[in-house]
């Protein structure tokens, strides 16, 4: 069975960074991409980053960019979130593609399996 536990959310004030950790156990990131996603109340969920189960290839959002990084370690993806914006206060999820072909999407609707979140809170 695939588990996924996100941890290291919080509330920073604007320009602060975080670290959000996803911490998986029952499958290889040899075979799984990655993504991080966040909902905010009364928004879509939207794909914010991902890395590739073959290569470590990564995409990133726009609105992201050249502020977070997803990196992978063992077992374990973070995504390091520098720079932070009101306007990246969601709830963070990680998820799991079965990425027979290395793929990496910001699609969360290509992904079957979840963790349960971690809250980020960026306020002054």
């Known amino acids: 069975q695939l588990q996924l536990v996100e941890s290291g959310g919080g509330s920073v004030q604007p320009g602060g960074s975080l670290r959000l950790s996803c911490v998986t156990a029952?499958?290889?990131?040899?075979?799984?991409?990655i993504g991080w996603f966040r909902q905010a109340p009364g928004k879509e969920r939207e794909g914010v980053s991902c890395i590739s189960s073959r290569d470590g290839r990564t995409d990133l959002a726009d609105s992201v960019k050249g502020r977070f990084t997803i990196s992978r370690e063992k077992s374990t993806v973070y995504l390091q979130m520098n720079s932070l914006k009101p306007e990246d206060a969601a709830i963070y999820y990680c998820?799991?593609?079965?990425?027979?072909?290395?793929?990496?999407?910001?699609?969360?609707?290509?992904?079957?399996?979840w963790g349960q979140g971690t809250q980020v809170t960026v306020s002054s």
């Open positions: 029952g499958f290889s990131l040899d075979l799984y991409s």
């Open positions: 998820a799991a593609l079965h990425a027979l072909f290395g793929q990496c999407v910001l699609d969360g609707g290509s992904y079957h399996d």
